[in-house]
């Protein structure tokens, strides 16, 4: 079992839907999750960086974190063509290394 | 500006040739990393440094080699010994005592002949 299970997608949705990205991960000692944005042959930005469970907003951005499901979630409101990308999961339990799932794509068409 | 650089963007490897992929940073952070990522997959660390002139392994270190002679630089040496190097290869740096968040360099994809 991998440490951090991610959809791939792809995953297609109109402009200005609600998307809703989620990973799982099967360590309760992770504290550190974030979420990193990758447009295609460019490096990851960040997007999100949540310690512990609950929600964080970032303008059209919530991360949330269910620690007691081992499960954590992206949602983009009002998405627009310039948020297709792969969103990427992160997770850490701390020293030093981070564990990634595999990516989602995400294609919001016009 | 503050960032993570890495060079040359792409770069073409020939059987039995090592090669070196750069990585400075001008952000002040301690602790650097090394990740490959192929297609569909997600990243996997091949390794990091936390201090300068100390590296650790990753879960994928086999054919890889590192130095970490200042604390802005970090190369990765891709050897022989790695059949498999065609991938994108990402650096990474972070500051200790400030969480866990890595910020990324723009990559480096090596291709072999």
């Known amino acids: 079992q991998k440490e951090v299970e991610q959809d791939p997608g792809p995953l297609s949705v109109p402009e200005g839907a609600i998307v809703s990205l989620n990973c799982t991960y099967s360590?309760?000692?992770?504290?550190?999750f974030m979420w990193y944005r990758q447009y295609s042959r460019k490096g990851p930005e960040l997007l999100m960086y949540?310690?512990?469970?609950g929600n964080k907003e970032d303008g059209r951005f919530t991360a949330q974190v269910d620690k007691s499901s081992k499960y954590i979630s992206l949602f983009i409101r009002d998405s627009q063509p310039s948020d297709s990308a792969t969103y990427l999961c992160?997770?850490?339990?701390?020293?030093?290394?981070?564990?990634f799932g595999a990516g989602t794509r995400l294609a919001v068409h016009p | 500006d503050g960032g993570i650089t890495q060079s040359p963007k792409y770069l073409f490897r020939k059987e039995g040739q090592n090669v070196t992929l750069s990585c400075e940073q001008n952000?002040?952070?301690?602790?650097m990393y090394w990740y490959r990522q192929d297609p569909g997959q997600g990243l996997r660390l091949i390794y990091y440094?936390?201090?300068?002139?100390?590296?650790q392994k990753g879960d994928i270190a086999e054919g890889y080699s590192v130095s970490r002679e200042k604390k802005e630089s970090f190369p990765l040496t891709v050897t022989s010994a790695q059949k498999n190097p065609t991938a994108f290869y990402l650096c990474?740096?972070?500051?200790?005592?400030?969480?866990?968040?890595?910020?990324f360099g723009p990559g480096t994809r090596l291709l072999v002949l």
């Open positions: 990474a740096s972070k500051r200790e005592g400030f969480g866990e968040t890595q910020y």
């Open positions: 360590n309760s000692a992770f504290q550190y």
């Open positions: 949540t310690y512990s469970s």
């Open positions: 992160a997770v850490s339990g701390g020293y030093n290394k981070l564990i």
């Open positions: 952000l002040n952070h301690d602790a």
């Open positions: 440094s936390q201090i300068v002139n100390d590296f």
